[in-house]
C-alpha cells in the first residue's frame, strides 16, 4: 500500500497525529490553541489508517516563522530500513513545504531519557531517527542534560561572599553577556561566535532571541557584584517560559571563574523562583560543561532526562 506524506488538515486531526508517543504530547492542544504550532507545521507518513511516522515545527510566537524542529517520530514496529526510508521522505517533503526557501533549516531538538544509551529498543530507535538527520544533512551540535530542582529541596542560604542587585536595563545586562561569551563551554554560544559573530553581537543575539520574551518580571533577574568593591562578577535570570519556571541564563565574568561564585548565583536565581511556590525548577546544560553540571548537582537538581540538538550547516536552497 501506497505511503502517504501529508499535512494535517486541521486541529480535529490532533488525534491521529499523537498515534505516536512523545514526551511533549501533552503541550500540543495548547501549543495549536495559541498559535505556537499550526495544522500546517504538522505532517504525518500514512500508509492507510496506519501512522508510520509524525513531524512538526513549533514558534515561540504566534505568526513567527517555524523557530525549532521539536517532533520527528517514526514507528517504532517498522523495520530500521523502512523506517529511515519513510524519515528521510517525510522530513525532506515537510521541510520543504514549511521552511521558507532561502531560509535557514530550524535547529533540531530531541528530548531523551536520561539512560537511553543503556536501553536497547530506545538506542536504536534513536539512532535510526539521528541517521535521518544526518542523511538530510544535519549534524549533532550538543548532547544536553535537563535538570530539575524540585520544592521542599533546600537552597543554600546565601553565603555572603556576594551581593543582589536587579538587573536595570537591557545594556546593563549586555554589558556583563559580552564579556561572559568569552571562553563560554556553551556550544550554541561556541557556534555563533564560530559563525563569524564578535561577543557583542552573540549576546545581543542570545537577549534578543530568548531573554526579551519572558515575560516574567525582570525584577527576578540579578547581576552578583563584590560587597566591598561593588565590582560586577556575574548574574543569573530566573524566568518563566511557556511551560515551566526555569533558570534561563546564569554567568560568570572571566576575571571571577573558578572560584565557586557560580553556586551562589545558582542559588539565588532558585531562590527567587522558589519564593514564588513553584513545585519545580527547569535548567539545562551542555553535557560537556562539568563545571555547571558539579554546579547544578551541589545545589540539589537532579539530571531527569538528556536532550540533543541538530543543526543544518548547508547554505539554505534558493
Not at 531519557?113 to 542523511?135: H, I, K, N
Not at 520544592?151 to 538587573?167: D, H, K, M, Q
Not at 537591557?170 to 564560530?194: C, I, N, S, Y
Not at 539545562?284 to 543543526?311: H, I
Request: zero cysteines; glycine letters at 8%.
Amino acid at each position: 500500500m501506497t505511503v502517504v506524506v501529508r499535512p494535517l488538515a486541521g486541529p480535529d486531526e490532533l488525534d491521529l497525529f499523537q498515534g505516536l508517543d512523545y514526551v511533549l504530547d501533552h503541550e500540543l492542544a495548547d501549543d495549536l490553541a495559541t498559535g505556537r504550532r499550526r495544522p500546517d507545521w504538522m505532517w504525518v507518513a500514512l500508509r492507510g489508517d496506519r501512522l508510520l511516522g509524525r513531524i512538526s515545527w513549533w514558534t515561540g510566537r504566534e505568526g513567527a516563522d517555524p523557530q525549532a524542529l521539536d517532533f520527528f517520530d517514526l514507528d517504532p514496529a517498522l523495520p530500521a530500513r523502512e523506517a529511515a526510508e519513510i524519515g528521510l521522505r517525510l522530513l525532506e517533503t515537510a521541510t520543504a513545504a514549511v521552511v521558507p526557501a532561502g531560509a535557514a533549516r530550524p535547529e533540531f531538538g530531541r528530548f531523551m531519557p536520561a539512560d537511553w544509551r543503556e536501553v536497547p529498543e530506545t538506542r536504536a530507535a534513536l539512532e535510526t531517527l539521528f541517521g535521518v538527520l544526518t542523511a538530510s544533512g544535519a549534524r549533532p551540535l550538543v548532547e544536553r542534560l535537563r535538570l530539575e530542582w524540585r520544592a521542599g529541596t533546600p537552597v543554600p542560604e546565601p553565603s555572603g561572599r556576594l551581593v543582589f542587585r536587579p538587573v536595570r536595563d537591557r545594556e546593563d545586562l549586555l554589558g556583563l553577556m559580552t564579556p561572559v561569551m568569552e571562553g563560554t563551554l556553551d556550544a550554541h554560544g561556541q557556534a555563533d561566535l564560530a559563525s563569524g559573530l564578535s561577543l557583542r553581537e552573540a549576546a545581543e543575539l542570545h537577549y534578543d532571541e530568548e531573554l526579551a520574551h519572558y515575560t516574567t518580571p525582570r525584577e527576578w533577574w540579578r547581576i552578583a557584584e563584590l560587597p566591598e568593591t561593588g565590582e560586577p562578577v556575574g548574574f543569573v535570570v530566573p524566568a518563566r517560559n511557556n511551560y515551566h519556571p526555569i533558570i534561563a541564563y546564569i554567568g560568570v565574568l572571566p576575571a571571577h571563574r573558578g572560584r565557586g561564585h557560580i553556586d551562589d548565583l545558582l542559588a539565588e536565581g532558585t531562590r527567587i523562583l522558589a519564593a514564588e511556590g513553584v513545585p519545580n525548577v527547569r535548567a539545562a546544560t551542555d553535557l560537556g560543561n562539568v563545571p555547571m553540571a558539579k554546579s547544578f548537582a551541589r545545589a540539589g537538581y537532579v539530571t531527569f532526562e538528556r536532550a540533543v540538538n541538530y543543526v543544518w550547516d548547508a547554505p539554505p536552497r534558493p
